[in-house]
C-alpha cells in the first residue's frame, strides 16, 4: 500500500496519476515527494514519513479547502507557486 496516492488529486485536471520527479529528505523525519501528473504536468509535493508510511491520513482529516491551502502554501515555500 506505500505507493496508494489516495487523496491525491490533480488541481489542473483531477485525475489522481502522477509520477515522482524527485524525493527528498524533509525535516522530522519525513521525506518530500515532488509528483507531476501524468496527463497535464501540474506539480504537487507531498509529504511521507521516511519509513513510506503515507501522510494521506492525515491529509484526509483535512477539508479539501485546507488541503488545498496547505498544498498551495508548500508550493510556495518550494517556489513552485
Ligand atoms: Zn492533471
Redesign the pocket.
Given at each position: 500500500m506505500a505507493e496508494t496516492e489516495k487523496g491525491i488529486r490533480?488541481r489542473?485536471?483531477g485525475?489522481g496519476h502522477f509520477s515522482v520527479v524527485k524525493t527528498t529528505r524533509a525535516p522530522r523525519n519525513r521525506v518530500m515527494r515532488k509528483r507531476e501528473?501524468r496527463?497535464?504536468g501540474?506539480i504537487l509535493v507531498t509529504y511521507e514519513a521516511a519509513a513510506g508510511e503515507q501522510l494521506g491520513g492525515e491529509l484526509d482529516e483535512l477539508t479539501p479547502k485546507q488541503r488545498e491551502s496547505l498544498l498551495t502554501r508548500v508550493m510556495q515555500l518550494l517556489g513552485l507557486g
Open positions: 490533480c489542473g485536471c485525475c501528473c496527463h497535464c501540474q
